[in-house]
């Protein structure tokens, strides 16, 4: 039984792989310049390594193990000198407001559903203005591991930490998203 090998086409690669890699990125660097640049140095990337392309894959997976390693240089070129730098932060550590901050302050009952979706929408745009107030290490993996739920041996993986530097990562950025939120969303 001969399996029929994949074939690359990268004129069409624009039109049929931009959009995916594109949202596969942008779930992972928040930047929208950025994650375009990344789409592009993949295409790039692809159209010189084809002659490594081997068939066995279909083109996307190809395309999308390109991109992955891109993502992962470009956090490995930031971190390299940020990252003496990120340790040093101090975090938000006040015994007081410790708990489960958020279900103390959310209203018991909506009686209104406009009122709700209102309040829902100013939610996010606050929760995402933190989320990008994060190192963009923290950012990226808080973002995959509770926004994407991703599991944690395939965050680890693919950024290449330990697992437990991962948790170290996700309780920083809880850390300060939750100052964020009081901050900003939880003011009287």
């Not at 594109?22 to 002659?51: E, P, S």
């Not at 193990?65 to 730098?85: E, H, V």
Request: charged share 30%; with cysteine.
């Amino acid at each position: 039984m001969s399996k029929e090998k994949h074939q690359l086409s990268p004129d069409k690669w624009v039109k049929l792989h931009a959009d995916y890699l594109y949202n596969f990125t942008i779930g992972r660097i928040n930047n929208h310049d950025l994650a375009k640049d990344l789409v592009q140095d993949t295409f790039f990337a692809g159209l010189k390594a084809m002659d490594n392309f081997q068939g066995l894959a279909s083109e996307r997976t190809w395309l999308v193990a390109i991109l992955k390693r891109k993502i992962i240089d470009y956090y490995r070129k930031i971190n390299s000198t940020k990252g003496k730098a990120e340790v040093k932060m101090n975090f938000y550590a006040d015994g007081e407001r410790e708990g489960d901050w958020i279900e103390e302050r959310v209203p018991s009952s909506w009686n209104n559903e406009i009122e709700k979706n209102i309040e829902n929408e100013e939610l996010s745009v606050v929760l995402e203005k933190c989320i990008n107030g994060l190192p963009e290490k923290y950012a990226m993996v808080f973002r995959m591991k509770t926004i994407e739920q991703l599991e944690t041996d395939d965050i680890c993986k693919e950024l290449e930490i330990t697992s437990s530097n991962l948790w170290v990562i996700i309780h920083r950025a809880r850390t300060q998203l939750r100052k964020c939120m009081e901050d900003n969303w939880f003011k009287n």
